[in-house]
């Protein structure tokens, strides 16, 4: 069944496309090996994430950078994450209500995940669902993250170009200084730009940036100074140049070899995340639930310590 | 992390109450679903492409226009049409006596009329998409 609709996501089919996502999402065993026979027919798709606080307007600026791929010739594939509840477990997933002039494009197709219990502003599969994409062919995959704070920055080792989308009035300029949003920018956008305060919004981005220069990761941004732009996405304005900017970016990656810098960066986050997963999950079918539960009850009443009981585990492990 | 029952609300028509359906989309959250929340003044076009593409195991229209006699028949054509068969649809809103046999003979499994408790709709949901 999975070689089977492997084969009709690679010949276009949007109803087994839809199918695998949720597959994998749901991580059962036949995903992973979609997604090793997909793997090959990877690689293509330029990559943007676009992740800024809640309220920003990034629904509505994904929808107009996805109008303007599709003016020039692009299809795009878009994943729009949104929070997972802790509490139930239930998601609601609105950011289609901002998108609906996509709607009856055969060069989009919009897929929304729940965060179902990760924290950094991605889901677990959402890595995962960006090579479906690219793999069924959508030249550019734009990955909405949930709304976000300071810390949620996954979507830095996932995207090859991240947007980051500020508003005026969201806060005093010093949240603009605050480290991870700010240093995971490729591009900065002040969207709501008619609103009062932008300029001055704009112009603490363009301070900020200036102060962090040179703490930039290695590897990034010698060459490169994140553009800091203006958007009403409500109305298209300013929304041409970030596509401008995209496209430099995209440029830029190619010429200086961050691109295969970036994709294998991107490579061995997954390759570990995926092996911590893979461990853990071969460890509890060793030693059982049970164990784990008992393990944690000796830690909270004092009678161990968490480093100790890990150890004793692995040694459990080692002589089984 | 397992199956999750996968809803799209949806509002087709003209009319712009939307209140009834995020109440409903909040209660089916807090039931543990995922919840796809299309918003207002969709085509039936749009909503048979969103449940394609989010690949939804049930759909709720919420209508309170009057136009659920035609509304309804081509959102469930056009999920035949889009081998969506397995898609469970329920209506709710305004819905006259009268047309209930119509739409559920078209294939609507259940009606909600103002008033009905969102754990009858939970219910509803769960049992009809094979869970519980």
Known sequence: MTVELVSRVLEGDRRALARLISLIEDNGPPAQAALAALYPYTGHAHVVGITGPPGTGKSTLVNELAKGFRRRGATVGIVAVDPTSPFTGGALLGDRVRMRDLAGDPGIFIRSMATRGSWGGLARATGDVIQVLDAAGFAVVLVETVGVGQGEVDIARTAHTTIVVEAPGLGDDVQALKAGLMEIADILVVNKADRPGAAQTARALEVALELGRNSARPGKDAAWRPPVLKTVALDGSGVAEVLEAIAAHRAYLESSGLWSHRERERARADLTGALERELLARMLARVGEAALEEWAERIARRETDVYTAVQALLEYDKRS | ?132
């Open chain 2, 1 to 132: 992390m397992g199956k999750r029952l996968r809803v799209l609300i949806a509002k087709p028509g003209l009319d712009g109450h939307d209140r009834g359906a995020k109440v409903v989309a909040r209660a089916l959250r807090d039931a543990g679903m995922e919840v796809i929340y299309t918003g207002l003044r969709q085509t039936p076009e749009m909503i048979v492409e969103a449940a394609l593409q989010e690949d939804v195991d049930a759909v709720g229209l919420s209508i309170l226009s009057g136009a659920h006699m035609t509304l309804v028949p081509r959102v469930l054509q056009g999920l035949r049409e889009a081998g969506l068969d397995h898609v469970r649809v329920f209506v709710g809103g305004i819905i006259p006596d009268e047309d209930v046999p119509a739409l559920k003979e078209a294939g609507v499994e259940a009606i909600f009329g103002p008033g009905t408790s969102t754990l009858t709709i939970v219910e509803a949901i769960r049992r009809a998409c094979g869970e519980g």
